[in-house]
Each structure stands twice: as structure tokens, then as C-alpha cells.
């Protein structure tokens, strides 16, 4: 049935105009390393950072609305902490159900310690999150930007996850977040999705994430084969590793997602040193242009 549905969005992201390439060519990398540094103003996103996740949160609602034709922010409770799931849609009328529908993701907290420190007493400090949260959430808002001016094909909804990044702590899972989406919207089964994380590494390397290949081959090949075609040099045409991130939960629902995320793990991932001195607009750009192409059908 997945297989079905994909091949549905596939021809029907094909059909679309020469007004739609111009949305393409106007993703900038600029803007959505700005998006970086608006987020690393506020502090770490952590749950213990009461105003930083505040006004983090103030400012992807306000970006959303400024762009977006709704707006939810879903509060939930689990692990005994407190989260916000944000989802913002961009609706097409002519999309049928689910699927033609694509979800794009990516996780806006941060990870409470940094305990990939050599030094102990560092490992106490939260992490900064340029490249590990803050990325994600700068392309998805910068495609937000493009979206309002050229109007998807299909329905697109961008949704960004709390408490992605509390695995390992306490005994606590990762991706937190987006497993209570999936439980809380039971009706919400989109064709296809991508998950971006940690893609502004000035020397960025995003393979083939396993789980990603294993379950969601037909959509991983597709991204691919417009990296290619854009001679990108940041999608890498290797395999990965099985990485545990916010496409886990919609893998287990049977919904295909992609995850583009850096591997191997750069050295100061979950350390201090994530900061933005490490992001790159160029980088941004690649991973910018390769999903606004995904998502009007255009190479």
C-alpha cells in the first residue's frame, strides 16, 4: 500500500508548472543561517530553560503564522516532562486524503548535557544546538518563507518536535516528541516525509541512514536522484548507519520518512563546541534546494 502511495505522489508532483521552479531557486541559505542565530540568542532549548524554550517557541509560531494557512501547537506530557509539538500546513485543495500529502520534520530542543565532553565538569553544560536542532528548524522556516510566496503543489506540513534529544538521560528514549504526535493524531498519515537534522556542517555528509533505506527505499532514492541531479556534494551515495531519530516513530506507523542527518557525527556533536561558528549557508542552501525540488516535483 506504501509502495502505492508513493508512486501516487510521485506522478503527481510532476505535474506541476514553470512557476513552481522559481520556488527552487529562492530557498537562501543566508536567511536560514539567520534562522540559526535567532534560535542560539535565545540559550539552549532545554527543558530546564524555561524562558529559552519560550521565546524559541514564540519565535517558530510567529515565523509560522507570518507564512503558513494554520498553525497548532500541540502541548503533551511524557516521561514526566512537558513538551510543544508546532505543525504548520500548507494546503492544497486539490490534495486527496493523505496521500499526496508530505510531511517535513525536525526536532527544535535541545540535548541538557554535553556528554561527549572529554572533560567532566563540561559535560554538565547544556548544548548549544547550531548544528543539532537548531539546522533543522532554520530550513524548515526558510521553506516556510518560499511556500507563502509559490504556493506547494500538494499539501505540506512542517512539524517540529520537542524533546527529541533526551535519549540516554535518566533512562530516557530519544524522540520523545514525535512518537506522542504520532499516538496523539491518529488520523494524520501523510504519503511521505523527510526528517532534517544537523544539516549545516560546513563540511556536511549526509548518507544513506539505514532505517531510512530499509523501509523508505523508493523515497530515499527519489531525494538522491535530485541531489544528483543538482550536483550536490553534501548527499553522500553511500550507506550510514541505523540511527535512532524522529523518523522512528512514523516508520513503526507504516508511513515511509526519510532521515537526512550528518554521519559520522561530527566531533563536537553533543558537546559545548556546537555553536555557530560550525553552520554553513552554503551547506544549507544544498540541503535546501534538494527538498523544495522534492516538494514541487521539479529535478
Known sequence: MRRIDILALSAFLLMVSAESLSAEQSFDGQRALQNIAAQLAYGPREPTNINAKQNTLRYIQQTLETHSDQVTSQTFEAHGLKGTNVWASFVNRKTK????????????????????????????????????GASGVAVLLELARIFAINP???????????????????????????????????????????????????????????????QAAQLLNRIWEIAEAQNSTVFKDKDGTYIQDDHIPFLEA?????????????????????????CSSQSLQQVGNVISSLVYGVP
Request: proline share 10%; glycine share 8%; net charge negative.
Open 97 to 132: 486524503g493523505n496521500v499526496g500529502r508530505i510531511m517535513l520534520g525536525a526536532h527544535w530542543d535541545t540535548r541538557p548535557r554535553s556528554d561527549q565532553e572529554k572533560m567532566r565538569i563540561k559535560q554538565k553544560i547544556p548544548t548549544p544546538g547550531a548544528n543539532d
Open 152 to 214: 506547494p503543489p500538494v499539501t505540506v506540513d512542517l512539524v517540529f518536535f520537542d524533546l527529541e534529544d533526551m535519549g540516554n538521560i535518566n533512562n530516557l528514549p530519544f524522540s520523545i516528541g514525535s512518537r506522542e504526535f504520532i499516538s496523539r493524531n491518529p488520523f494524520y498519515r501523510p504519503g511521505a516525509g523527510v526528517i532534517l537534522d544537523m544539516v549545516c556542517d560546513k563540511n556536511l555528509s549526509i548518507p544513506k541512514e539505514l532505517y531510512s533505506k530499509t
Open 254 to 278: 507504516g508511513i515511509p520518512v526519510v532521515d537526512l542527518i550528518h554521519y559520522p557525527f561530527p566531533s563536537y556533536w553533543h558537546t559545548s563546541e556546537d555553536t555557530f561558528d560550525k
